[in-house]
Each structure stands twice: as C-alpha cells, then as structure tokens.
C-alpha cells in the first residue's frame, strides 16, 4: 500500500496497525475522540490530509511522520524529487472544472512560479495527460499517480 493524503485513517490503521499508538500524538484532534466506535467511524471517512488540517498541521509532515513510523518505506516508483513535504501549492481540478474554469492557465501561472524544490499538486478525477505533456515541454518535471481508484494527484516541479 502506498501511503499517500488521499489514504483514509481506516486503511492505514489496517495496514500499518504500529501507527495507531502515535495518532493522538500526530493529530491532537483524534485525542478527544475517546469512544472507540467514534474513533473508528471518523477514521473511515477521513483522509491523512484531512485529518492534518483539522489538527493544525501542514499536511506533509503529517505524511513524513507516519510513513516513518510504517517502517520508512518510500514507493519507489516514485521519483527522488516527489516529496510530499515539498508541495507549497494545491489545485483541485475537479471544483474549477465545476466553474468553467479549466486549470490549465493558473497550472502554468503557479508551477511558473515555484521556488526551486517546490511542488504544485493538481487534483482531479482523471489523468490529465494533455496537460502533464504540456508542463514537460515547458520544462516541468512532471508525476501523476492514482491515489485510489478514480482519484488521482499530478506533481510538478519547475527545473
């Protein structure tokens, strides 16, 4: 299992049960949740990223600390510069379409824009493979996975 912000608690715990004995620690939001049942229930419906945000912390240490505690391991077919401590940028793609709006001017606007090191992370429900074609012909490297089934993340980082 690859561990990313999309996994919900539920799957995680599951997986890597080592990590349940430093959730309260990680995500002081789940302390209060003292009832089991509670636990369980919101666990099921709430992704790491989620969970991050609802305790205050930013969403890739959050994901460092518990793939540390799973053992450290690393997809490796994931490219050395995709790190998820490293996104400073977030576009969910799926809500601009909702708009009208397609992402792919503000895609090239913040990618554009990132510091050396720094990731854009697009969300959507699709592969968005014009696009990533586009950003590597603008000098992008460039990483889409699917996170879980009919969600995926693409990655980019100005070279």
Known sequence: MTITLDTRISQLWQEHPETRLHWDEWAPAFASLTNETMRETVAK?????????????HPGE????????????RDASLPDWLREEDVTERIDADAML????????????????????????LKSSFRPDPLIELMKREGCEVHSLETSPGRHATYFMRT
Do not use: C, D, M
């Open 45 to 57: 419906s709430t992704s790491i990223e989620r969970a991050a945000n609802l305790s205050g912390i």
């Open 98 to 121: 909702a708009t009208g709006v397609h992402p792919v001017g503000l895609v090239r606007q913040k990618a554009g824009a990132l510091a050396p090191g720094a990731l854009l992370e």
């Open 62 to 73: 959050l994901l460092a600390r518990i793939r540390s505690a799973a053992g450290g391991t």
